[in-house]
């Protein structure tokens, strides 16, 4: 097994990092550490490394807590070295919450007497039958600061068995504050009493009793097409080399194609950089809403182990990811990435035929993609996080929603006017998750542009005598300013990243397109507190040139965060964007409505991004398809041998 300097921290690293933080000045008794993970080596380390050979120092971004002091502390380890190379204080920034963090919340809840009247005032004595589920707190004004407290607010859930749905049966018109440093219940809001529903929400195995199904096989005999070498993955002239860490999870590195022998770049490094979600419900249990998942909670740590036949099918490898618990402990989620092919229909097809529809024969070709995928489970949702590479050239994100949707409780007989009734009490508030991908670019070098197409009528006129012309009108985003865009199907807007300095054989710059897949933006009001924490979210395009510490769309440290940081905060200076090393965030949306139909777990929805080449190759790049080995005779004759008239035209 080989190992590469992007590789991600193994346990016995993550252990020995612990060991020399703790001997470290940094660390104190009331300290805990909120993340361990890789310091990624610079661009010219890693161009070093790969001319030369000469290993970087490998180092950890520790982000360690001070509940004494209410401090983030952040420390870089040297694991060459053995030793703290520098620290720094991150003053009034709050880290992600930690597990520990909410059981010390739920267990003082449950102790507090405001919160057990409220109970009472609602039939409900028996604290073992009640569950406490903490949120992070959101953001709307000064008074949200809470004189520098980490705060969560919890909501209240009745659960008579274990085999209930936990959130079918809300308590509404309960929220609790608590402080997640001391554990410290700050207050407790009753808005009134609402009956709670008896709905079970039940989903288990006693629900699968479905008839009909038959068996399905997914096999390859000959074994996977792919080489999986440590985390160096190559398939189908595709190379990449997977990471994974506590905050993104599934983190690409080094994406390049093998193009007749010649190895060109791609994307330097991709990963889900934030996600967002804001509930449209102004009632005083959900307005809180707004939960960054990745920079409050995080993706990594909560990464499911996958399980074959359930979460994957086929001839499967894995890879397990390592997180750091609050001790600075190594945490192994085991075959928490799955790696895997999959057929994906009809690659390109065409049936010739002459004039006189002569029986003349069918091309068809099958394509593949490659296949790397995650799921995390943030409370209720469930989200899988799928990368495929294509035969074709074409690399999407897809993020797979599912799980149980936040519900509320209301009376028998009312129609929410932000929600839907799904069951007798119980209705979901109306939201928006809301993904922003970080593509760090590098199309056949370092030296990339963007440039906007707008397809347009033309003019009526002599050269257009009948106006039926269209012409795609292109402009290049030059500056940070101008390169924050929104998408647009009225006008089939399309983002291209181009390499102006490497041509193709028709003279074109080489390319890859941002195909937007989604025009929803978030729905809340231009003023609303929650929306300037979250200022990435209001357009589907970023582009920055290259910063070193650049990742994340919301910003370092989103928990309790104020108005403007990340996107807006790093684009402040409006600094050049063409023809050099730039990063694109993708900003897209699932827009949900819920439906009766989401109740009591709901159907997977996707959200997606697509870029595809574009004058990257001289000709379809899928051409050399194999044909396929269960091709019959069938596929290779005309129209009508398969159905039609003695013409060959369609019967």
Same mark, same amino acid.
């Given at each position: 097994?080989?190992?590469?300097?992007?590789?991600?921290?193994?346990?016995?690293?993550?252990?020995?990092?612990?060991?020399?933080?703790?001997?470290?000045?940094?660390?104190?008794?009331?300290?805990?550490?909120?993340?361990?993970?890789?310091?990624?080596?610079?661009?010219?380390?890693?161009?070093?490394?790969?001319?030369?050979?000469?290993?970087?120092?490998?180092?950890?971004?520790?982000?360690?807590?001070?509940?004494?002091?209410?401090?983030?502390?952040?420390?870089?380890?040297?694991?060459?070295?053995?030793?703290?190379?520098?620290?720094?204080?991150?003053?009034?920034?709050?880290?992600?919450?930690?597990?520990?963090?909410?059981?010390?919340?739920?267990?003082?809840?449950?102790?507090?007497?405001?919160?057990?009247?409220?109970?009472?005032?609602?039939?409900?004595?028996?604290?073992?039958?009640?569950?406490?589920?903490?949120?992070?707190?959101?953001?709307?004004?000064?008074?949200?600061?809470?004189?520098?407290?980490?705060?969560?607010?919890?909501?209240?859930?009745?659960?008579?068995?274990?085999?209930?749905?936990?959130? /079918?049966?809300?308590? !509404? #018109?309960? %929220?609790?504050?608590?402080? &997640?440093?001391?554990?410290? $219940? +700050? *207050?407790?809001?009753?808005?009134?009493?609402?009956?709670?529903?008896?709905?079970?929400?039940?989903?288990?195995?006693?629900?699968?009793?479905?008839?009909?199904?038959?068996?399905?096989?997914?096999?390859?005999?000959?074994?996977?097409?792919?080489?999986?070498?440590?985390?160096?993955?190559?398939?189908?002239?595709?190379?990449?080399?997977?990471?994974?860490?506590?905050?993104?999870?599934?983190?690409?590195?080094?994406?390049?194609?093998?193009?007749?022998?010649?190895?060109?770049?791609?994307?330097?490094?991709?990963?889900?950089?934030?996600?967002?979600?804001?509930?449209?419900?102004?009632?005083?249990?959900?307005?809180?809403? /707004?939960?960054?998942? !990745? #920079?409050? %909670?995080?993706?990594?740590? &909560?990464?499911?182990?996958? $399980? +074959? *036949?359930?979460?994957?099918?086929?001839?499967?490898?894995?890879?397990?990811?390592?997180?750091?618990?609050?001790?600075?402990?190594?945490?192994?989620?085991?075959?928490?990435?799955?790696?895997?092919?999959?057929?994906?229909?009809?690659?390109?097809?065409?049936?010739?035929?002459?004039?006189?529809?002569?029986?003349?024969?069918?091309?068809?070709?099958?394509?593949?993609?490659?296949?790397?995928?995650?799921?995390?489970?943030?409370?209720?949702?469930?989200?899988?996080?799928?990368?495929?590479?294509?035969?074709?050239?074409?690399?999407?994100?897809?993020?797979?929603?599912?799980?149980?949707?936040?519900?509320?409780?209301?009376? /028998?007989?009312?129609?929410?006017?932000?929600?839907?009734?799904?069951?007798?009490?119980?209705?979901?508030?109306?939201?928006?998750?809301?993904?922003?991908?970080?593509?760090?670019?590098?199309?056949?070098?370092?030296?990339?542009?963007?440039?906007?197409?707008?397809?347009?009528?033309?003019?009526?006129?002599?050269?257009?005598?009948?106006?039926?012309?269209?012409?795609?009108?292109?402009?290049?985003?030059?500056?940070?300013?101008?390169?924050?865009?929104?998408?647009?199907?009225?006008?089939?807007?399309?983002?291209?990243?181009?390499?102006?300095?490497?041509?193709?054989?028709?003279?074109?710059?080489?390319?890859?397109?941002?195909?937007?897949?989604?025009?929803?933006?978030?729905?809340?009001?231009?003023?609303?507190?929650?929306?300037?924490? /979250?200022?990435?979210?209001?357009?589907?395009?970023?582009?920055?040139?290259?910063?070193?510490?650049?990742?994340?769309?919301?910003?370092?440290?989103?928990?309790?965060?104020?108005?403007?940081?990340?996107?807006?905060?790093?684009?402040?200076?409006?600094?050049?964007?063409?023809?050099?090393?730039?990063?694109?965030?993708?900003?897209?949306?699932?827009?949900?409505?819920?439906?009766?139909?989401?109740?009591?777990?709901?159907?997977?929805?996707?959200?997606?991004?697509?870029?595809?080449?574009?004058?990257?190759?001289?000709?379809?790049?899928?051409?050399?398809?194999?044909?396929?080995?269960?091709?019959?005779?069938?596929?290779?004759?005309?129209?009508?041998?398969?159905?039609?008239?003695?013409?060959?035209?369609?019967?």
């Amino acid at each position: 097994m080989s190992s590469h300097p992007l590789d991600p921290l193994t346990a016995e690293e993550i252990a020995r990092v612990a060991e020399i933080v703790r001997a470290h000045p940094v660390f104190t008794e009331r300290t805990h550490f909120s993340s361990v993970a890789l310091s990624e080596p610079g661009k010219e380390a890693l161009r070093d490394f790969a001319r030369t050979g000469a290993v970087p120092d490998r180092e950890a971004q520790v982000v360690l807590y001070d509940r004494e002091h209410r401090m983030v502390r952040e420390a870089l380890v040297s694991l060459t070295g053995r030793s703290v190379t520098s620290t720094a204080d991150q003053k009034g920034r709050r880290p992600r919450v930690q597990g520990h963090d909410l059981e010390a919340v739920v267990r003082a809840v449950k102790k507090d007497p405001d919160w057990l009247a409220a109970m009472r005032r609602r039939g409900l004595t028996d604290p073992g039958l009640i569950e406490v589920h903490p949120w992070p707190p959101g953001y709307n004004d000064e008074r949200d600061d809470h004189q520098s407290r980490r705060v969560a607010k919890a909501l209240t859930f009745l659960r008579p068995s274990r085999d209930d749905n936990p959130f /079918a049966r809300p308590v !509404e #018109g309960v %929220v609790v504050t608590a402080d &997640l440093d001391t554990a410290e $219940v +700050l *207050g407790v809001e009753d808005t009134g009493c609402v009956p709670v529903g008896r709905d079970s929400g039940r989903h288990g195995p006693e629900q699968a009793t479905r008839p009909g199904m038959r068996r399905l096989d997914i096999t390859q005999p000959d074994g996977p097409g792919f080489t999986l070498d440590g985390h160096l993955l190559e398939w189908q002239n595709w190379s990449v080399r997977i990471g994974f860490n506590d905050r993104e999870g599934l983190v690409l590195h080094q994406i390049c194609y093998d193009d007749q022998g010649r190895r060109r770049s791609v994307i330097h490094r991709a990963s889900l950089s934030e996600m967002w979600v804001p509930y449209g419900d102004p009632a005083p249990p959900h307005r809180n809403k /707004a939960v960054f998942d !990745e #920079g409050e %909670v995080g993706l990594g740590k &909560l990464a499911n182990s996958l $399980v +074959l *036949g359930c979460d994957c099918v086929g001839e499967i490898r894995y890879l397990d990811g390592v997180c750091a618990d609050g001790d600075g402990s190594p945490v192994t989620i085991g075959n928490a990435v799955c790696i895997h092919e999959e057929d994906t229909g009809v690659a390109w097809k065409h049936t010739a035929y002459d004039e006189n529809f002569a029986d003349l024969p069918s091309d068809v070709r099958r394509g593949r993609r490659l296949v790397i995928s995650s799921f995390s489970t943030l409370a209720n949702y469930d989200y899988g996080f799928f990368w495929y590479l294509h035969t074709d050239g074409s690399v999407e994100f897809e993020v797979k929603l599912t799980g149980i949707i936040s519900v509320g409780g209301l009376p /028998a007989g009312e129609v929410p006017t932000s929600g839907t009734v799904v069951a007798p009490g119980v209705y979901g508030p109306h939201h928006q998750h809301v993904f922003n991908v970080r593509l760090d670019m590098a199309v056949d070098g370092e030296h990339n542009s963007v440039v906007e197409s707008d397809c347009r009528p033309d003019p009526p006129g002599p050269g257009n005598p009948i106006g039926n012309a269209w012409t795609a009108h292109t402009t290049f985003l030059e500056r940070e300013q101008q390169a924050q865009r929104v998408a647009d199907d009225t006008v089939a807007r399309r983002w291209t990243i181009l390499n102006e300095r490497v041509h193709n054989a028709h003279g074109g710059p080489v390319g890859y397109q941002l195909v937007p897949r989604s025009g929803v933006l978030p729905l809340l009001h231009p003023e609303s507190p929650a929306l300037a924490r /979250a200022l990435f979210a209001t357009r589907h395009l970023w582009v920055t040139p290259y910063r070193e510490g650049e990742l994340y769309a919301a910003g370092d440290y989103p928990f309790q965060s104020g108005p403007g940081e990340g996107l807006p905060r790093y684009t402040a200076g409006d600094e050049n964007v063409r023809d050099t090393d730039i990063v694109v965030w993708h900003t897209f949306v699932a827009h949900h409505v819920v439906r009766p139909e989401d109740w009591p777990v709901m159907p997977v929805t996707t959200a997606s991004m697509h870029l595809r080449p574009v004058g990257f190759f001289d000709r379809n790049p899928a051409l050399d398809l194999p044909l396929s080995a269960e091709t019959t005779s069938t596929c290779h004759r005309g129209p009508a041998a398969v159905g039609g008239d003695d013409t060959g035209r369609p019967a």
